[in-house]
């Protein structure tokens, strides 16, 4: 089993930054990918970015987030980061951490270990 825990949430003003912070704990050296998603209030949980674990550290985006999130992880930390600058009201919402022993994708079906959220509130 993996476990993951979100941190670093909060309230920003828009233009502001934020780092969310994702410890992973148990057997983490089977996993393969940590991604970031988020869900606004009534809308869908949707994807931010992904990272693999130990091959190289690959990224990916969703358009939206391109140019001012950057995800990474710290490997012997067990640890995935989200930093997020020039944010907007509209990145309002539970940024959820996500991890999966064997896939690197963009949707909630691919990831198996998810956290409890962390609330990140920006002001306009």
């Known amino acids: 089993q993996v476990k993951v825990v979100e941190s670093g949430g909060g309230l920003v003003q828009a233009g502001g930054s934020l780092r969310l912070s994702c410890a992973a704990s148990?057997?983490?050296?089977?996993?393969?990918?940590m991604a970031w998603f988020r869900q606004a209030p009534g809308k869908e949980r949707e994807f931010v970015a992904a990272?693999?674990?130990?091959?190289?550290?690959?990224?990916q985006y969703a358009d939206s987030v391109k140019g001012r999130f950057t995800i990474s992880r710290d490997y012997a930390k067990s640890t995935a980061f989200l930093q997020m600058n020039s944010l907007k009201p509209e990145d309002t919402a539970t940024y959820y951490c996500?991890?999966?022993?064997?896939?690197?994708?963009?949707?909630?079906?691919?990831?198996?270990?998810w956290g409890q959220g962390t609330q990140v509130t920006v002001s306009s």
């Open positions: 990272v693999t674990w130990r091959r190289g550290g690959n990224t």
């Open positions: 996500a991890a999966d022993k064997s896939r690197y994708g963009t949707t909630r079906q691919e990831y198996e270990y």
């Open positions: 148990g057997r983490t050296f089977r996993i393969y990918a």
